[in-house]
């Protein structure tokens, strides 16, 4: 009988987490496909940038060169190889198009998504354990948190959703922190400890393979703040085999690095270690600068709506009492952890030169650990409906809390703030003369009016569960606004801008790769628009002032014909006769003619 009943009940253990396993990883997937890959390929190429990497690597995909990257005719030393190569193999599979530009980027975002849920389940199963407790709903609900929050959030929706390297140096960059704690918190008998190290250091040279040295600078500079704050720097060394762990790094980093110095020599050197790496850190690069609070601001508008709660999170780890930290068993020291990795990226690049609001996505899975550790301590188990008894970490949150209330407040007023703003929007944005009908095309679909409703109403249901003190449904609230907004308003938004912005040129451009004569050029004045070349799928001669323009058709351009993308404006002003050049297609800010080049 005994035996019988023991069995049954290993059965439905067995079952149960099964199915706790599947509903994980249908929720990261859920959270991830909201966040990332809603619509990812369904809207056009977004310039400057993005067409810059989009085009790097289908001239890799055509001409089989995997080795340096070009653009236009010149080589392009801005970025490693690694996010090239993923756009061409997404090429390969997918063909050339939006969907394999940016799924790298989104494949990355998952990534970190997923690993992230892992870690906050792991930590908080170990929590548990250490007291003698059981809760499951507490882990469960405290990782799915942590991954909704790291997924749903400007800045990682942004980057996420665009064929740049930043997303994919993040994914590497934050997968390989995530694994060196897990490898840090498993205990020395652990056949999984090293497993855990040499991942770390394969993501560590992918991270150098995506943007060069900053992938093993900056976590290197958490982990060195984390380490020697506990006091046990040297010791972890030790652990990790650093030598060992330097030769796999080298391994996987340098042959590229080898390869294409072996190249192009110091042309390589100097633009990329130079120009893209010490200049960027030391000076300001391509104009990119701004006031040393700069981040602070990325970080509240980035990180929204949960921005606000990240000073409790960050006092709710008392991280002032240093003797406490150190007597702490690694597992739990997760949230210390993360406190350092938003500190160490925080003022990295605060201290650069150069300053672009990417520069800091590294740090925001951090920040999404830190409140979702900061809301485990509201979750109890119905099993255990008292707040007394929830377990206490090295600094329980308490209902109570003035701090909580604060933040609460400041979550009513900002995201008011964001609504209102919302019904106003289209008064806030300025002209802009690549789309000029964007103004007009967003107030008639009615968007901004959708949005603010759906920030005052959050305002409004916090606002309420505020006043009655129920903090736990706050972070709830803040989840299902985000991800309504993102659904019904931000991804609606992206076509209505795609359609007064970038179709029309990415419709001309295509128009004249269709009707381009065998030598036939094509020229864009006014505008350097990268994803000309890239629909076009040819050399781009871009000129930028309309007397430039002139001179190069009548002196310089060959004899025979020649394509010309500019605003309509402009073209009575390259001293063409109107019997010289034929009107073939006008698309809101854009027109493509046909000039007739005679004999010189």
Request: charged share 15%.
């Given at each position: 009988?005994?035996?019988?009943?023991?069995?049954?009940?290993?059965?439905?253990?067995?079952?149960?987490?099964?199915?706790?396993?599947?509903l994980?990883?249908?929720?990261?997937?859920?959270?991830?496909?909201?966040?990332?890959?809603?619509?990812?390929?369904?809207?056009?190429?977004?310039?400057?940038?993005?067409?810059?990497?989009?085009?790097?690597?289908?001239?890799?995909?055509?001409?089989?060169?995997?080795?340096?990257?070009?653009?236009?005719?010149?080589?392009?030393?801005?970025?490693?190889?690694?996010?090239?190569?993923?756009?061409?193999?997404?090429?390969?599979?997918?063909?050339?198009?939006?969907?394999?530009?940016?799924?790298?980027?989104?494949?990355?975002?998952?990534?970190?998504?997923?690993?992230?849920?892992?870690?906050?389940?792991?930590?908080?199963?170990?929590?548990?354990?250490?007291?003698?407790?059981?809760r499951?709903?507490?882990?469960?609900?405290?990782?799915?948190?942590?991954?909704?929050?790291?997924?749903?959030?400007?800045?990682?929706?942004?980057?996420?959703?665009?064929?740049?390297?930043?997303?994919?140096?993040?994914?590497?960059?934050?997968?390989?922190?995530?694994?060196?704690?897990?490898?840090?918190?498993?205990?020395?008998?652990?056949?999984?400890?090293?497993?855990?190290?040499?991942?770390?250091?394969?993501?560590?040279?992918?991270?150098?393979?995506?943007?060069?040295?900053?992938?093993?600078?900056?976590?290197?500079?958490?982990?060195?703040?984390?380490?020697?704050?506990l006091?046990?720097?040297?010791?972890?060394?030790?652990?990790?085999?650093?030598?060992?762990?330097?030769?796999?790094?080298?391994?996987?980093?340098?042959?590229?690095?080898?390869?294409?110095?072996?190249?192009?020599?110091?042309?390589f050197?100097?633009?990329?270690?130079?120009?893209?790496?010490v200049?960027?850190?030391?000076?300001?690069?391509?104009?990119?600068?701004?006031?040393?609070?700069?981040?602070?601001?990325?970080?509240?508008?980035?990180?929204?709506?949960?921005?606000?709660?990240?000073?409790?999170?960050?006092?709710?780890?008392?991280?002032?009492?240093?003797?406490?930290?150190?007597?702490?068993?690694?597992?739990?020291?997760l949230?210390?952890?993360?406190?350092?990795?938003?500190?160490?990226?925080f003022?990295?690049?605060?201290?650069?030169v150069?300053?672009?609001?990417?520069?800091?996505?590294?740090?925001?899975?951090?920040?999404?650990?830190?409140?979702?550790?900061?809301?485990?301590?509201?979750?109890?188990?119905?099993?255990?409906?008292?707040?007394?008894?929830?377990?206490?970490?090295v600094?329980?949150?308490?209902?109570?809390?003035p701090?909580?209330?604060?933040?609460?407040c400041?979550?009513?007023?900002?995201?008011?703030?964001?609504?209102f703003?919302?019904?106003?929007?289209?008064?806030?944005?300025?002209?802009?003369?690549?789309?000029?009908?964007?103004?007009?095309?967003?107030?008639?679909?009615?968007?901004?009016?959708?949005g603010?409703?759906?920030?005052?109403?959050?305002?409004?249901?916090?606002?309420?569960?505020?006043?009655?003190?129920?903090?736990?449904?706050?972070?709830?609230?803040?989840?299902?606004?985000?991800?309504?907004?993102?659904?019904?308003?931000?991804?609606?938004?992206?076509?209505?801008?795609?359609?007064?912005?970038?179709?029309?040129?990415?419709?001309?451009?295509?128009?004249?790769?269709?009707?381009?004569?065998?030598?036939?050029?094509?020229?864009?004045?006014?505008?350097?628009?990268?994803?000309?070349?890239?629909?076009?799928?040819?050399?781009?001669?871009?000129?930028?002032?309309?007397?430039?323009?002139?001179?190069?058709?009548?002196?310089?351009?060959?004899?025979?014909?020649?394509?010309?993308?500019?605003?309509?404006?402009?073209?009575?002003?390259?001293?063409?006769e109107?019997?010289?050049?034929?009107?073939?297609?006008?698309?809101?800010?854009?027109?493509?003619?046909?000039?007739?080049?005679?004999?010189?």
């Amino acid at each position: 009988m005994i035996q019988s009943v023991s069995k049954h009940w290993w059965k439905n253990k067995s079952k149960r987490a099964v199915l706790a396993v599947v509903l994980s990883i249908l929720w990261v997937i859920l959270v991830s496909v909201i966040a990332f890959f809603w619509d990812l390929g369904n809207f056009s190429l977004i310039d400057e940038t993005e067409p810059l990497f989009a085009e790097a690597s289908r001239q890799m995909y055509i001409t089989g060169d995997w080795i340096t990257p070009y653009f236009n005719g010149e080589t392009r030393f801005d970025k490693p190889a690694l996010i090239y190569w993923c756009q061409a193999i997404a090429y390969t599979i997918f063909g050339v198009n939006e969907w394999a530009v940016r799924l790298p980027s989104a494949i990355a975002a998952l990534g970190v998504v997923g690993l992230a849920f892992y870690t906050l389940y792991w930590q908080q199963a170990k929590r548990d354990g250490l007291q003698g407790v059981d809760r499951p709903s507490r882990r469960w609900l405290t990782a799915g948190l942590g991954a909704a929050v790291i997924a749903l959030n400007p800045e990682m929706i942004a980057w996420g959703r665009v064929g740049v390297s930043d997303m994919l140096l993040t994914g590497c960059m934050c997968s390989a922190l995530l694994c060196f704690f897990q490898g840090y918190s498993q205990p020395a008998e652990s056949n999984f400890k090293a497993r855990w190290y040499f991942a770390f250091y394969v993501l560590i040279g992918l991270a150098i393979l995506t943007k060069g040295p900053v992938g093993i600078v900056l976590p290197g500079f958490i982990i060195f703040l984390f380490l020697i704050y506990l006091g046990n720097f040297w010791q972890v060394v030790k652990e990790i085999h650093l030598i060992r762990g330097l030769f796999v790094i080298a391994a996987v980093s340098v042959p590229w690095y080898a390869l294409v110095t072996w190249q192009n020599g110091w042309d390589f050197i100097d633009s990329f270690f130079g120009l893209h790496n010490v200049e960027r850190f030391t000076d300001v690069v391509n104009g990119h600068s701004a006031p040393w609070y700069f981040y602070f601001i990325v970080v509240a508008v980035g990180f929204a709506p949960y921005a606000v709660y990240l000073p409790a999170a960050m006092i709710r780890l008392k991280f002032w009492q240093r003797k406490a930290w150190i007597s702490t068993e690694r597992s739990q020291q997760l949230g210390l952890f993360a406190f350092w990795w938003f500190i160490g990226v925080f003022s990295f690049f605060t201290i650069a030169v150069t300053k672009l609001p990417s520069y800091v996505l590294p740090l925001m899975p951090a920040a999404g650990i830190l409140i979702a550790l900061l809301w485990s301590d509201l979750i109890v188990d119905k099993s255990t409906d008292n707040i007394r008894k929830i377990s206490q970490s090295v600094s329980p949150v308490f209902l109570s809390s003035p701090l909580m209330q604060a933040s609460g407040c400041f979550n009513v007023i900002f995201i008011s703030a964001v609504g209102f703003a919302f019904f106003e929007v289209t008064k806030l944005i300025g002209p802009d003369p690549a789309a000029p009908n964007f103004q007009q095309m967003l107030q008639r679909s009615n968007l901004p009016v959708l949005g603010g409703i759906i920030w005052v109403a959050a305002a409004v249901i916090i606002a309420i569960f505020l006043i009655r003190r129920r903090y736990l449904h706050l972070i709830g609230i803040n989840l299902l606004a985000f991800s309504a907004f993102t659904i019904l308003v931000l991804t609606p938004a992206l076509f209505v801008s795609d359609a007064s912005r970038q179709l029309p040129l990415k419709q001309l451009s295509q128009l004249a790769a269709q009707i381009q004569e065998p030598g036939e050029e094509i020229v864009m004045v006014g505008f350097k628009k990268p994803s000309v070349a890239f629909y076009a799928e040819s050399k781009i001669n871009y000129i930028k002032t309309n007397q430039k323009a002139a001179d190069y058709i009548n002196n310089q351009a060959k004899s025979g014909s020649i394509l010309v993308l500019a605003e309509p404006k402009r073209f009575p002003k390259l001293g063409l006769e109107s019997t010289e050049y034929e009107k073939l297609a006008e698309k809101q800010a854009y027109g493509l003619i046909r000039a007739t080049i005679s004999e010189q």
